[in-house]
């Protein structure tokens, strides 16, 4: 989810909304119609999902970043949440760990209402969350970042793992295929590596739930094959995995079931081959990425 973009997405739904306000004295058009018919369909109870988001939206000023959107990620899946640049996913999940409240709308973890709750509350609860920007201590090996990361006040399922923080930082590691590297410095990781560490600091706070932003950006063919490879074990272990992305690549194989958004509001959700096939998804992204 990156930001490069975020004033072209702007610039898009500024038109966009001039295009509504033209319509407005004939009606929404058809391609405005269909999101708001699939989000009208829509409706989650608490205990749908492990995550479920009811009519969410968040304003800035003026600016509709997410709008009604809601969806239920369901325990042991593994969910692709996909839209262009600017459609509102970093927004949403923002509004999920805690990062600020929803302008709007319930977040429910685990049947619990937790709308609004700090992000250090939403990790307690079991949701762990990556980034595309890596923010590693550069100062500290590799063992030293996911041991900084650990939460003891937690019971550490993982695994079972016992002992000492650096024995478990240790386990992480290995987890994650960082196992012979433990004692470089970050900077010394390339990309994959970053994105291993990434995943072992997340891991380290024993999560249910699991956020991975833009996984596959950047790493080569083979490197995706591997990162889909370690994504999927750690679901047969028991997580929940939400993948974020603007484009499919890589997802197909991955996911069991993807939402894509436009606009901040739903505008598909289903298989990756029925998101594929959809006309709305492939006109959103106007041909390129799926
Ligand atoms: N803190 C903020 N203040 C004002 N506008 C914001 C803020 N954060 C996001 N926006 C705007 O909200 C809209 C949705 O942005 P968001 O970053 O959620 O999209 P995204 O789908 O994650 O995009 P990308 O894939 O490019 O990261 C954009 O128009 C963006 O400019």
Excluded: W
């Excluded at 997405?9 to 119609?33: K, Y």
């Amino acid at each position: 989810m990156s930001t490069e973009s975020n004033a072209d997405a702007t610039n898009d739904r500024a038109t966009n909304e001039a295009q509504t306000d033209e319509s407005e004295p004939d009606g929404p058009t058809t391609a405005e119609r269909e999101p708001q018919t699939e989000a009208a369909s829509d409706a989650y109870g608490p205990d749908d999902g492990l995550l479920v988001l009811q009519n969410v939206t968040k304003r800035f000023g003026g600016l509709t970043a997410v709008d009604d959107l809601s969806f239920a990620v369901e325990e042991g899946e593994i969910l692709g949440f996909i839209g262009p640049n600017g459609a509102g996913k970093s927004t949403t999940f923002n509004c999920v760990t805690g990062v600020y409240p929803p302008t709007a709308g319930t977040v429910h973890y685990d049947g619990e209402d937790v709308t609004g709750t700090a992000a250090h509350g939403m990790v307690k609860r079991g949701l762990a969350r990556t980034f595309q920007s890596f923010r590693p201590l550069e100062d500290r090996s590799v063992l030293d970042n996911v041991a900084l990361a650990l939460t003891p006040d937690r019971l550490f399922s993982l695994s079972g793992f016992r002992g000492g923080l650096r024995e478990q930082a240790r386990a992480i590691c290995e987890r994650v295929g960082l196992g012979d590297r433990t004692e470089l410095s970050p900077s010394e990781l390339p990309h994959a590596g970053l994105l291993r560490l990434e995943l072992a600091r997340a891991l380290a706070t024993d999560p249910d739930l699991l956020l991975i932003d833009e996984p596959f950006a950047g790493l080569s063919g083979g490197e995706v094959e591997d990162v889909s490879g370690l994504l999927t074990e750690l679901r047969e272990e028991g997580l929940t995995l939400v993948v974020v992305d603007h484009n499919m690549r890589g997802l197909l194989s991955l996911i069991d079931r993807a939402i894509v958004i436009r606009f901040g509001s739903k505008l598909a959700s289903g298989t990756p081959e029925e998101i594929r096939a959809n006309e709305e998804v492939q006109e959103a992204y106007l041909g390129g990425g799926l």
